[in-house]
């Protein structure tokens, strides 16, 4: 909503946006303790990973490119399920791979889906305004971390009744995640990876909460909070220069394929979230490939290289697709 215009309207209006304004800067200190102990747990999880804890422990938690293993796996729930499955319907998945999606997925704890979509669709429809939830013209911090640790933008809840949710609320397998989310989330995300290296492999209770449950969680989440931050700052803009999304190749490699933001913004439904999808920058596409290969995943949408170009052509800059080399930052 436009701020000038609201402060030349009428008394009730004028209040409205003092309350506005009161509401977007309250802290929620719960959340800021929350996430101060996780980080503070991470660091502690690094000591013991180099000290004490069995190697079996730190693969189990940490070791990427190993498809059953929790980081891999829970990033797979984020970028192949809530993210270009659910909130881009970039291609249709059977039932069978949207429950192994919606496992992933609670096992990463980034909200149910049909919220981590509802606030997604707003981040594309409303990029860096009040109403994107993580608005990147705010700063790093507040688009790393600083958007969990406060209330909402009323823009936010204003812009978002607008956001059809329909399909997310016909899918069963998303409706049962955020009917029974309260349980299933801490089971998959807390208790299960700490329970299973103390009776799988003889792992101690500290080693195994610090280092394959907060160390894990927390490292997954500064990825894909990078995503927000890094990925909106640093990087080239070879699909659209006006926009701040950029190909981030670090970021595309920690994220298993979700750093070519200029590109994903300029095209949200193309299943690769990259102009090329390279296998080796985006193990996400590996996956919903092989997925479709065996038949569950189908209707994969991309974008001709006739339409990428004429766009470059138009507001990017050509020679700097996803294949360029810088390191992004
Ligand atoms: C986390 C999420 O970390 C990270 C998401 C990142 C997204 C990245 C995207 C990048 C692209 C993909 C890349 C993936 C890469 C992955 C790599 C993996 C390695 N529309 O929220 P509430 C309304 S989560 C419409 O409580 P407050 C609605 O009525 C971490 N309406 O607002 C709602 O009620 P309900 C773990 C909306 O009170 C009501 O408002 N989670 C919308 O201001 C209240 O909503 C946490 O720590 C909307 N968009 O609180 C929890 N939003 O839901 C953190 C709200 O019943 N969150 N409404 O319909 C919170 O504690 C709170 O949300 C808050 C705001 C304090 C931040
Ligand atoms: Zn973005
Ligand atoms: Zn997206």
């Given amino acids: 909503m436009d701020e000038s215009k609201e402060i030349t309207d009428n008394g009730t209006t004028l209040i409205t946006q003092q309350n506005r304004k009161q509401h977007h800067q309250a802290i929620v200190w719960r959340n800021v303790i929350l996430f101060g102990y996780l980080h503070l747990a991470a660091l502690y999880g690094v000591v013991l990973m180099f000290t004490s804890a069995k190697i079996a422990t730190t693969i189990f938690g940490m070791a990427n490119n190993l498809p059953i293993l929790m980081y891999q796996v829970s990033s797979i729930g984020i970028t192949a ?21 919606i496992i992933f997925n609670t096992i990463a704890f980034q909200n149910h889906v049909y919220e981590w979509a509802r606030d997604h669709r707003l981040h594309h429809k409303y990029s860096e305004t009040n109403a994107d939830p993580h608005n990147a013209n705010r700063g790093f911090f507040f688009s790393h971390v600083g958007w969990l ?8 809840m204003e812009k978002g009744r607008g956001i059809d949710m329909s399909d997310l609320l016909a899918d069963p397998i998303v409706s049962f995640q ?5 349980f299933l989330m801490p089971l998959l995300c807390f208790i299960l990876p700490t329970i299973l290296p103390v009776y799988c492999w003889g792992e101690s209770w500290a080693n195994s909460w610090f280092v394959a449950t907060m160390f ?8 894909t909070w990078l995503v927000n931050s890094a990925a909106h700052m640093w990087g080239g803009r070879p699909y659209d220069r006006f926009i701040n999304p950029s190909e981030n190749i670090t970021v595309a490699l920690l994220a298993l394929g979700e750093g070519w933001h200029n590109y994903h913004h300029v095209f949200p439904w193309d299943y690769k979230a990259a102009e090329l999808g390279d296998y080796k920058l985006n193990m996400t596409t590996a996956f919903i490939d092989f997925f479709a ?3 569950w995943a189908y209707d994969l949408k991309t974008v001709s290289a ?12 050509s020679g700097q697709g996803d294949t360029q080399t810088s390191w992004g930052w």
């Fill in 81 to 101: 399920g809530a993210h270009r499955l659910w909130s881009h319907r970039a291609y249709k998945a059977k039932w069978p791979l949207r429950v192994i999606l």
């Fill in 149 to 156: 640790l406060c209330r909402k933008h009323p823009d936010i």
């Fill in 178 to 182: 955020k009917k029974h989310y309260k």
């Fill in 216 to 223: 894990r969680y927390t490292f997954s989440l500064n990825v």
């Fill in 293 to 295: 290969k065996i038949g």
């Fill in 306 to 317: 006739d339409t990428v170009r004429k766009r470059v052509e138009r507001t990017g800059i």
